[in-house]
Nanobody, 115 residues
Framework: QVQLVESGGGLVQVGGSLRLSCAAS????????MAWYRQAPGKQRELVAA???????NYADSVKGRFTISRDNAKSTVYLQMNNLKPEDTAVYHC?????????WGQGTQVTVSS
């Protein structure tokens, strides 16, 4: 099973930027689908951005134009570049990977946007 470790979260002011990283054990080029989800207190986990093995991407409407997901197969890492952050982006961000029927989750990294 793929192991995922996120990093890059932190405290940022409104309008600021952060880049999250998700390091995967093994070769992520064998992973069908990777994504970033987030969960705010009292809310359900929601999909933020996704990228396929063919590098097709998909974004939640709330982050389109502000967030960019990318992958570096050589480094076995997926990134989430987050610009123009808003208070409603505050959440724990989790990395997700799927290889066939198997899925893996990272432990999460906290992003807090202060106004």
């Amino acid at each position: 099973q793929v192991q995922l470790v996120e990093s890059g979260g932190g405290l940022v002011q409104v309008g600021g930027s952060l880049r999250l990283s998700c390091a995967a054990s093994g070769r992520i080029d064998q992973i069908d689908f990777m994504a970033w989800y987030r969960q705010a207190p009292g809310k359900q986990r929601e999909l933020v951005a996704a990228i396929t093995s063919g590098s097709n991407t998909n974004y939640a409407d709330s982050v389109k134009g502000r967030f960019t997901i990318s992958r570096d197969n050589a480094k076995s890492t997926v990134y989430l570049q987050m610009n123009n952050l808003k208070p409603e982006d505050t959440a724990v961000y989790h990395c997700y990977a799927r290889v066939g029927p198997r899925v893996s989750w990272g432990q999460g990294t906290q992003v807090t946007v202060s106004s």
